[in-house]
């Protein structure tokens, strides 16, 4: 694809620009985005390898300079000298919003202290978008990649439990499983939603409850964006029986007491023992 804007960088005003980048599928980004990268002096990206997929598609040619979390310290003063000197500098990450759990908060903080303008150029954002598509609470709280100590993620999950909104998480693949058992000790109640590789062909999203959400057929690669509902009222979120419940009970009924096949029915769902119990009687009365 091809956009024809003129490289005239006198027309932008010197400074930062953090520019949001596609989340996966490269045709969602703005036209803004595209001319002022055209007319940056340097790009600042997280993975320049990846960001090159991106500005060859759009015939984007100028300056780039590597900036990731193992370097941004350290090319610090590099980036202010050059922004002091009247340099249009854009700041990508790999994917999406920058500095929303990339790197980029130094450098803010610095132009901030240097009275340098900085400009927000949005667009696409894993959490925005995950939040869009859940059906939960358009409240919510993001909280991003998950810590590796397993006190401080559990001092951190117990806070956010009593957090009635939707919570949002960067969660690796290869991690998802081992998360979902904790999450289980702090959002059993609650629905949840797996987005993987939002935006592209291959897009999976697996909803469900925190206790019986099933990620088995979920391709496990890369990152997750997970989204943990706000609190479920628990009188609303009583389940019915469904037709799979009532062939068990009609297998059990000649077996086992009523008593005993409400147990086994609402161990792991919530369903009211009354409906249990009359479904029980209805069957007996029939026969």
Do not use: W
Request: with cysteine; proline share 2%; glycine share 4%.
């Amino acid at each position: 694809m091809s956009l024809n804007f003129k490289s005239d960088n006198n027309k932008f005003k010197k400074g930062l620009y953090l520019i949001s980048t596609p989340i996966g599928n490269l045709k969602d980004i703005t036209l803004r985005a595209i001319e002022i990268l055209k007319n940056s002096d340097y790009i600042l990206c997280e993975d320049t390898r990846v960001s090159k997929n991106l500005l060859k598609k759009y015939n984007i040619n100028s300056n780039l300079i590597s900036y990731h979390k193992f370097n941004e310290a350290k090319s610090l003063d590099k980036v202010i000298k050059l922004l002091k000197s009247g340099s249009i500098i854009s700041l990508i990450s790999d994917a999406g919003t920058p500095i929303v759990s990339d790197p980029g908060k130094l450098l803010v903080k610095e132009c901030v202290k240097n009275d340098i303008k900085i400009v927000p150029i949005p667009g696409p954002s894993a959490v925005t978008s995950a939040i869009s598509v859940s059906g939960f609470s358009e409240k919510f709280y993001f909280y991003g990649f998950l810590p590796e100590k397993k006190k401080i993620l559990n001092d951190d999950l117990l806070k956010l439990s009593s957090l009635n909104c939707s919570i949002v998480f960067f969660i690796s693949a290869r991690k998802l499983e081992k998360t979902l058992t904790e999450f289980k000790k702090y959002f059993l109640e609650r629905n949840i939603l797996i987005c993987r590789e939002m935006t592209k062909i291959y897009e999976e999203f697996v909803r469900g409850t925190v206790r019986e959400v099933d990620i088995s057929n979920l391709t496990l690669k890369g990152e997750v964006t997970v989204v943990v509902s706000e609190k479920i009222d628990e009188k609303k979120s009583s389940q019915t029986l469904s037709e799979s419940d009532k062939n068990k009970i009609n297998k059990m009924i000649k077996k086992l007491s009523i008593k005993e096949i409400i147990s086994l029915i609402c161990l792991d769902k919530k369903i009211k023992k009354k409906e249990v119990y009359n479904y029980c009687l209805k069957i007996k009365n029939e026969k």
